[in-house]
Each structure stands twice: as structure tokens, then as C-alpha cells.
T-cell receptor, first 117, second 113 residues
Framework: AQTVTQSQPEMSVQEAETVTLSCTYDTSENNYYLFWYKQPPSRQMILVIRQEAYKQQNATENRFSVNFQKAAKSFSLKISDSQLGDTAMYFCAFMKGTIQGAQKLVFGQGTRLTINP | SQTIHQWPATLVQPVGSPLSLECTVEGTSNPNLYWYRQAAGRGLQLLFYSVGIGQISSEVPQNLSASRPQDRQFILSSKKLLLSDSGFYLC????????????FGPGTRLTVT
């Protein structure tokens, strides 16, 4: 079974700093997808960024980028120029692929990120 | 555009009482539907998913059940709640055979007393 581990329960940085959140996963699959979701205090789950395992290029979305190391099974999220609105729980998630057309996501335990003014 | 609704937003129920949480999706047809539970300070655990009306797959053995009576309606139920059923329940939907994101509802906070 796939597992996802986020080793940093909490992190705190100053506004405008850069912060990196760690995620490792365990799988025997070769083709899969990785996600970072954000859960602000409103508890609404929001997709931050997505990475396909077959792509060597790291995904980027504005201030958010990932460092995907397939051999090491590592998938870290870098937030540049952090903003107060980035304060949230961040979850790393793994998806093997579709089963009967459905996607089964396996989530890590989350990292609580606080951006201080 | 697509929207996903969940109700109620919060619920306090005594141990042994029944449960019914509802999720509906608008603006799409034939979606995949999911129920997740988030325990306090923890990640999301997939409970059930459905690829069509009446088709339910259970991920973990538990005190809960799910049903999909209509294409865009997903219901989470229990006949008798346990204290361990407390948590934050999230419904989500996705496009079939897509490797893209799941779209989450606003969630229901359930407290079993």
C-alpha cells in the first residue's frame, strides 16, 4: 500500500520569506501523480500544484514550485515570497491512477504553515 | 461552473443516534464522488467512493455506509454513531478517468457526544 509522510508537523516563517515543505512517499508503481493541497482556516481544500511522475520537469504555479525526486521518492513544495494568505495546512497526496475511472488519493498527515507579519 | 454542497455544516449527535450527511454536485454529470474523514490535526482518509448510481466502494471497515441514489447525490450514513465517528467529513467529486484534481466541498463537522 502507498504511504505518504510529511515529517514537519508545523512550520513558521516571516512574510516574504521562502519556505520549503517536505513530503516523501512509498510506492512500487512507476506511473503516478502527486499533489499538494492547501487547507486554510476555512477548511476548504484547494489544489496548489500537481506533478506527473513521468515528467522530469518540476511543476510550477506562480510562487509555488516543487522539487520532485523520483528515485528518492521525494516531493517537496517551495513557496516563494510567502504571503499572509499562505497560512494554512498543507497536505501532500499520492494518486496511483484511476480505478474504474475513480482516483484514490492517499494523503499525508499535513504541515501547519504559519506566515507571520 | 461546478459547485459542490454539503449539509449540514455542523452536527452534534449523541452516541447511538443515526447519521445522515448529504453531498450534492451541480454543473456536471456522471462524476466520481468521494467521502473523506479528517480526524483532528490529521490528514484525510478516504472512506468511500462511487463511480455511478448505486455503485459504492468502501475503503475501510467501519460503522458508516454510503449511498448514491442519484447521479449527483452522495449520502453518508450510520445507524448508530460511535464516539470515534467524530471528525470533519469532506465530500469531493472528480471527472471520470482524469488524473487531475478532486474538487472538495466545504465539509461537515460532526461531534459525537
Amino acid at each position: 500500500a502507498q504511504t505518504v509522510t510529511q515529517s514537519q508537523p508545523e512550520m513558521s516563517v516571516q512574510e516574504a520569506e521562502t519556505v520549503t515543505l517536505s513530503c516523501t512517499y512509498d510506492t512500487s508503481e512507476n506511473n503516478y501523480y502527486l499533489f499538494w493541497y492547501k487547507q486554510p482556516p476555512s477548511r476548504q481544500m484547494i489544489l496548489v500544484i500537481r506533478q506527473e511522475a513521468y515528467k522530469q520537469q518540476n511543476a510550477t504555479e506562480n510562487r509555488f514550485s516543487v522539487n520532485f525526486q523520483k528515485a528518492a521518492k521525494s516531493f517537496s513544495l517551495k513557496i516563494s515570497d510567502s504571503q499572509l494568505g499562505d497560512t494554512a495546512m498543507y497536505f501532500c497526496a499520492f494518486m496511483k491512477g484511476t480505478i474504474q475511472g475513480a482516483q484514490k488519493l492517499v494523503f499525508g498527515q499535513g504541515t501547519r504553515l504559519t506566515i507571520n507579519p | 461552473s461546478q459547485t459542490i454542497h454539503q449539509w449540514p455544516a455542523t452536527l452534534v449527535q449523541p452516541v447511538g443516534s443515526p447519521l445522515s450527511l448529504e453531498c450534492t454536485v451541480e454543473g456536471t454529470s456522471n462524476p466520481n464522488l468521494y467521502w473523506y474523514r479528517q480526524a483532528a490535526g490529521r490528514g484525510l482518509q478516504l472512506l468511500f467512493y462511487s463511480v455511478g448510481i448505486g455503485q459504492i466502494s468502501s475503503e475501510v471497515p467501519q460503522n458508516l455506509s454510503a449511498s448514491r441514489p442519484q447521479d449527483r447525490q452522495f449520502i453518508l450514513s450510520s445507524k448508530k454513531l460511535l464516539l470515534s465517528d467524530s471528525g470533519f467529513y469532506l465530500c469531493a467529486w472528480s471527472v471520470k478517468f482524469s488524473s487531475y484534481e478532486q474538487y472538495f466541498g466545504p465539509g461537515t463537522r460532526l461531534t459525537v457526544t
